[in-house]
């Protein structure tokens, strides 16, 4: 017969901690690939939209808000014509969107994409 002391395997749960850490450092990596660094870049080419705002540009604001920017002023805010005669005051950060001066706004485009593509 054989006694219990030799029927037990080697050191249970004692495994080698390159094979946990490798896994873990390649999950981290791949992470870091397809979460962090597109965010990053992101947020990098906000912050140069938003920088890039001038007089004249067309923005959206976070709230819908779609307006176009009749003074930039250098304390973050950005004066907005959201109607004639109607200005708002809206800090820099909350802008979504901006559309310069010679872009065509989205809406015109389509619209005329839409009427050129019938047929009669």
């Known amino acids: 017969m054989i006694t219990p002391a030799f ?6 749960g ?3 901690i390159v094979s946990f850490l490798f896994p873990m450092v390649f999950v981290f990596v791949i992470f870091y690939l397809l979460v962090f660094r597109p965010q990053q870049k992101k947020v990098k080419d ?7 705002v001038k007089r ?3 923005v959206v604001t976070a709230g819908g808000i779609i307006g ?5 002023g250098t304390d973050n805010e950005v004066r907005v014509e959201i109607a004639e005669g109607v200005q708002v005051r809206v800090l820099r950060s909350t802008l979504a969107d901006v559309k310069s001066r010679g872009e065509p706004i989205k809406e015109k485009a389509e619209a005329a994409s839409g009427e050129g593509g019938k047929q009669a």
Do not use: F, L, W
């Open 7 to 12: 029927a037990q395997t080697a050191a249970a």
């Open 14 to 16: 004692g495994g080698d």
């Open 68 to 72: 176009k920017v009749v003074r930039v």
């Open 56 to 58: 004249g540009d067309t």
């Open 46 to 52: 906000h912050q140069a939209m938003i920088e890039a």
